[in-house]
């Protein structure tokens, strides 16, 4: 059984800083998989936002984040972060952490239809 769970969530003020993690059930649910980050912001899609390769840490990340957001994983505690730097109000959003259905081939996932394990998601948000 695949289970997510994302915390870290909250209130911060533009140019802050918030870190958001996503913990798995098991460890067996996470390596040899992408690790992706998602956010919805209301009235939107929900969109892509960077995804991880858990078995060697190489990461991709949506040209809006990309400088500013950084994924990472943590073996032991079988966990993935998401550290999110420089906030801008358009950054508000819920943020959701996803597990891709088939072990990494080499392709970086941006599409959330290939993300089939989703967490409840976390709020973030930014004011101005």
């Known amino acids: 059984q695949v289970q997510l769970e994302e915390s870290g969530g909250g209130l911060v003020q533009t140019g802050g800083s918030v870190r958001l993690s996503c913990a798995a059930s098991v460890p067996a649910v996470t390596s040899r998989f992408l690790m992706g980050w998602f956010r919805q912001a209301p009235g939107k899609e929900r969109s892509f936002v960077g995804t991880?390769?858990?078995?060697?840490?190489?990461?991709y990340y949506a040209d809006s984040v990309k400088g500013r957001f950084t994924i990472s994983r943590d073996n032991v505690k079988n966990t993935v972060y998401l550290q999110m730097n420089s906030l801008k109000p358009e950054d508000t959003a819920v943020y959701y952490c996803?597990?891709?259905?088939?072990?990494?081939?080499?392709?970086?996932?941006?599409?959330?239809?290939?993300?089939?394990?989703w967490g409840q998601g976390t709020q973030v948000t930014v004011s101005s």
């Open positions: 991880l390769n858990w078995n060697d840490g190489n990461t």
């Open positions: 996803a597990r891709t259905r088939e072990p990494y081939s080499g392709i970086f996932y941006m599409s959330s239809s290939q993300y089939t394990y």
